[in-house]
């Protein structure tokens, strides 16, 4: 009887931690469903002009960094505020604003990201000042977020801080990956309490600790007159 | 004749690097391989570039370095910038007024002193800020320090079409290939190619964002220049 104990717990306790860990459910966001030229539903833009593309027979989200003006946000912003943070979206705006220079689109129906991964499929296609692409998490009600980029003018791969504002630098990935224009590309982040780290193409590039767990939505970011396609956009939670 | 007058004093002002100098210029261009090269000023490109251009503002900040940095570029203090028509040939060199050592140390400085105010247009007005690219198109390491201040500063204050073309010629100069499709190459019996470019299939978008007319555009202009 002690023994069966003993080799029932052995089973089961590992069993257990294997599951702490074991991905949820995967969520990718559709395009499929979307009219191409429109500004996607599935995504709240909420600076730049983000529309969904067809490329290769498939429907895209395409950042379209030529019609990108200094300090512009997405028309509408108010309004897709309020939808995302209800009455508490004017801080959330203001924040937003003084961010102008960065196109961001929030991804519809995932509230809270905590731990797990996001994954999503990029093409740069153009942009003289800048060709970003990147995935936005830790976004909160006052605006403030987290972006793992990457930027083809530079070819790495960044960790940035938005708070109050300002934009803070983090870490950058110590490796260089020139990537060609045209050519579609990963990026994926795991984040597991406040551990984050960073992939390219599957390779680990970047290991962070942050100050403070992770907790709020997520989306796609980009920078200036980026032109970039996304597709892909995939988020699985870990399970609780 | 009248064609061909018209073709010979274009080529003039576009044998070295694909820019035109009237800012009015609406004509054809017939080649030696009779390819019909138009370019439109009332195309969205050239109008960009025509008010990117305007320096009768006078809207500079610094008039002594404006006028050092004309004169080593061999340009006319009174000039009106010309137009980037997107294209070049590599090898070939600027004008032989151009390329003032004394110039491109004085950049070369200013590039390495943290802080230091870059002549971009607010600084030299938009005629400086091409004598700025011209300059640059003899030394690499100014031409890498230019590229980056120029994008740093945004279209505001640095010609995008400017950017676009030093970009494709200091990624072919690195062993990349070049995305805007600028950079055209002479082979030894004189036959023009198109140096090697990633992604030709939005080429056209990155040349709009850039406010260079379209590649058939440049293509045709550099094509229909003979050689030297």
Known sequence: MHNHTRMRTCLILPAMLFAATLPARAQRISLDKEITGKEPKTFLPMVGSWVVTRENGRNVLFIDGRVWKRGQ????????????????????????????????????????????????????????????AGILFNVKPNGDYLTVRYNGTEDNLVLWTFNNGVRKF????????????????TIKITVEGTQLHGF????????????????????????????????????????? | MMTSTRSAALALVTTVWGVVASPRLQTDVVGANQQKCRVDSSAAWFVKQRVWLDDSKHAWSDDTLRVMLVRAAGMSADARGAIQLGWQVEGVSASASAGDSVAIAALRKLAATRGA?????????????????????????LARAALKRMMEAGPEESNAADVATLEDRLRLQSGRKQIYGTQFRRDAAGVLSLASMEDSAHVDLRREDAGLPPFRISACLARSMRAP
């Not at chain 1, 108010?78 to 196109?103: M, Q, T, V």
């Not at chain 1, 983090?170 to 590309?185: I, M």
């Open chain 1, 73 to 132: 946000p997405a028309g509408g912003l108010a309004d897709k505020a309020r939808a995302l943070y209800g009455a508490r979206n004017e801080e959330f705006i203001e924040s937003i604003k003084s961010f102008a220079y960065f196109p961001i689109a929030v991804a519809k129906g995932v509230d809270d990201f905590r731990n797990g991964e996001i994954s999503v499929r990029f093409q740069m296609v153009g942009g003289t000042l800048d060709r970003c």
């Open chain 1, 170 to 185: 983090v870490k950058r990935a110590p490796e260089t990956v020139p990537l060609e224009l045209g050519t579609w590309h």
């Open chain 1, 200 to 240: 390219l193409d599957g390779k680990p590039m970047l290991d962070f600790t942050l100050t403070e767990p992770v907790s709020g939505k997520v989306g796609v970011w980009s920078k200036t007159d980026s032109m970039v396609e996304f597709d892909d956009f995939t988020v699985t939670p870990s399970k609780p």
């Open chain 2, 117 to 141: 105010i870059w002549p971009v247009k607010s600084v030299s007005g938009a005629l400086g800020a091409r004598a700025v690219w011209v300059l640059a198109q003899h030394d690499t390491a």
